[in-house]
């Protein structure tokens, strides 16, 4: 036997797979994508209307990983509830087990044909969502001729009797083996980054009748625990409520496989009792060929009844499933973190008073900007520090700046649409500029501690004269913002004088530092690449101190 040939076509097979399964997700979340998250976003917060959402959008872009990892998103970012976002993600669960099913109908006829048509879309169609469609179909044929592939690999291997004693090997029929299984099979896909690429890879054995099928749905439970991985990566450096969903994904997959091992002779019954009563095929260990024909229909039907059944008995005890997430995250600091994306002046009620909306509103303001400044000093202090922990905070910060722009905003719009004064009307353009030049000084400290990321993972250093000059601009930075915070919370509107010549000293420094560096690189004192990046700092400076600017003139009152 060629085992390097064995080798070459399965890996390959598997390769081909993976690629045409990441193909065919993402292209069908470019032609829906956006449709689709705006459905999560606005998902009813009903445990039972949020789980058939989440089966039906993973069933359409065909990637539990996906959506899970939009969820984390979205919880990061306030869109969605905890709750909400767990039940969406018992769906995915059932959702992602569409794409077995798939791989059951054996259409392996069709595989070229689609490869061949998606091809031609994708390099001749004018239209990009003709592209995208041509994607769709590339994908799904490279999905299943990696599937023929792999089968055409693994083929040899059943007449080899030292690879068929060790297949032999993960027998179910104790609780040591089945075990056995069920870590090969997670271990598989944490590897893969893929549940259904172990799927298809289990699949393709078992048609050559290198394991059983009880021995298959064992290696498909340890799958269900692999795919976790995926949200758990995804919630690194979020906030608490997300690696709380992270956690619950996590937990109801474990708990899951671990009463599903208790029950599983009762479960290899069940599914062959569906399979055959309903779809009426014969046995699943059926050799006809020296293949089996029916098995990759029950361990399809295993994966998706696995899921369903996990899906109902949590959506039952869902409010458990969040206490014990809750509590196995718990910390006091992360408790204080939750509370920075809600509003803690802007009550609806107040809408009816203006004068006293609009005070509410200007409360929410300054409290944005003390969260505008926590992220400030972190990411400034980050450059000496230069540690990547430390500095992952701004993304959390970051993210509520985005959402308490949005909802003082709509707050805003909501008491402007009421009979009010014109005095009233100009303090809310008033506030409406703080809170869009705020957001927007979080945007300029974001894009600085992407910069100081890049230092820091490339060990790139400034010279003295630059840390020296970065010190002093960011100084002077934090003395502008301060100023206008102070001012902001006094009620103070005579500002304008001191805050043009705060304005016109970072644009001075910024031109004199540049100028400085030119210098220093013409001297050889300092290289390209920490030049670049200082530079690019002393740019982001100078539009914070546009910004800052603007929230002057908004505070005077002076446009």
Known sequence: MNYKLVIFNTIGGLGLFIFGMRMMSESLQYVAGDRLRKILETVSSNRIVACITGAVVTALIQSSSATTVMLVGFVNAGLMTMAQAVGVALGANVGTTM????????????????????????????????????????????????????????????????IVDFFTGFDPGSYGGLLLCVITGTVVTMILQSSSATVGLTMALAAQGLITFPGAVALVLGDNIGTTITAELSSIGTGVVAKRTARAHTMFNVIGVCYMILLFPLFIALVTWVTRTFMGLGPPDVIVGGENPNISRYIANAHTLFNVINATVFLVFLPLLLKAATWMTFSKEAEQDMDIFRTKYLDPQFLEVTPVALEQARLEVIRMADIAEDMMVGVIDSLEERKLKSLGRWRHLEDALDILQRKITNYLVMASQRDISLESSREVSSLMRMVNN????????????????????????????????????????????????????????????????????????????????LARLRSGVCTLDPGLIFTDMLNHFEKIGDYCFNIAQAVAGVK
Request: net charge neutral; proline share 1%; glycine share 8%.
């Open 99 to 162: 794409t077995a099913q798939l791989i059951a109908f054996k259409v392996t006829d069709a595989a070229l044909p689609a490869i061949a048509l998606g091809v031609g879309m994708r390099l001749f169609a004018k239209r990009q969502r003709m592209r995208n469609y041509g994607g769709v179909l590339l994908g799904f044929g490279l999905l299943f001729y990696g599937m023929v592939v792999m089968k055409l690999g693994v083929s040899p291997l059943k007449n080899s009797a030292v």
């Open 438 to 517: 705020i957001e927007r000084i979080g945007d300029s400290v974001e894009n600085i501690a992407e910069l100081i990321e890049e230092m820091i993972e490339n060990e790139i250093y400034l010279a003295e004269d630059g840390v020296r000059d970065y010190k002093e601009i960011s100084s002077k930075v934090l003395e502008f913002y301060r100023y206008l915070l102070k001012n902001l919370k006094k009620g103070d509107q005579d500002i304008m004088e001191q805050s043009r010549k705060l304005e016109e000293s970072i644009d001075y420094m910024r031109e004199a530092m540049r100028g400085n560096y």
